[in-house]
């Protein structure tokens, strides 16, 4: 399974808010929900969250074995 824990700690590190990345990024609500949730995301999605937060993949997302 992925998951997106790395996410929110590299947001509290950068100081970046959930409304700061839906201002920077483009991303709505709906689509935060879903990264909350581990949902499946787009590849388009994952490059705008590493290129707002300046960080790799492995930044925001690992993977869990089932």
């Given amino acids: ?3 997106f824990d790395k ?3 590299t947001m509290k590190e950068k100081g970046i808010s ?3 990345l839906r201002e ?3 991303i709505d609500s709906k689509t935060v929900r879903r990264l909350r949730a581990n949902d499946n995301m787009e590849t388009k ?8 937060l300046s960080c790799h993949i492995e930044d925001i ?3 869990r074995p089932d």
Avoid: S
């Fill in 24 to 26: 920077k990024c483009g």
């Fill in 7 to 9: 996410l929110w700690q």
């Fill in 61 to 63: 997302m690992e993977y």
């Fill in 18 to 20: 959930t409304y700061q």
């Fill in 1 to 3: 399974m992925i998951v």
């Fill in 45 to 52: 999605t994952l490059n705008k969250l590493c290129a707002v």
